[in-house]
């Protein structure tokens, strides 16, 4: 499990023009953020997404909740779940249903977090870059891309089933 902030943030560029024209450059230096939230079973390839606009304990343990309730987790199926040691994985606030349990990775060590190569895919990336027009169309986008991406466990599986997790028993 991993979260990925995606965005708007104004870019300033250059442009040429004759020597007598007067440019303006209109730039809203507002940031706005979304963040997706991404579980991925490396073995199966399934996934499972969360669009979100911030990131903080009470939605991680509704995202949390809605994830062990969707997989039927509890006393009779339970998943590890691979954290990074963000603060609202690892606080004392954080809520762990039943069924799940949290391992977290060593410190400063993304390249071992199975969701990462999900942003650093290429078309994922081209994707996001083309919607710079606004928050809602990267929203679409993003679901739409997650869409394709449930269906497609061998692509997944290619991302993230590490040779080592089958070392860990994952």
């Known amino acids: 499990m991993d979260e ?3 965005g708007l943030k104004p870019v300033i560029r250059r442009i040429w023009v004759d020597e007598f024209t007067v440019t303006t450059a209109l ?3 507002r940031f706005q953020w979304l963040w997706l939230y991404g579980f991925v079973h490396p ?3 399934q996934t499972y ?3 979100l ?3 903080n304990i009470e939605l991680f343990n509704r995202v949390l909740l809605d994830f062990a309730n969707h997989f039927d987790l509890g006393k009779h199926k339970q998943v590890i779940l ?4 963000a603060g609202w994985h690892s606080s ?3 809520e762990v249903p039943e069924g799940i349990h949290l391992s977290f990775l060593p410190s400063h060590s993304p390249e071992l977090q199975p969701c990462r190569p999900f942003m650093d895919n290429k078309k994922t990336k081209q994707l996001l870059i083309a919607m710079d027009e606004s928050l809602d169309a990267m929203e679409e986008a993003l679901f739409q891309r997650c869409r394709q991406i449930l269906h497609r466990v061998d692509f997944v599986r290619g991302l993230t089933n590490f040779y080592w997790w089958s070392e860990l028993g994952a």
């Open 27 to 29: 730039v809203n230096w």
């Open 92 to 94: 004392k606030r954080v």
């Open 82 to 85: 691979v954290l990074d040691r």
């Open 4 to 6: 990925h902030r995606v």
């Open 53 to 55: 606009p911030k990131v």
């Open 43 to 45: 073995q199966s390839g």
């Open 49 to 51: 997404w969360w669009l």
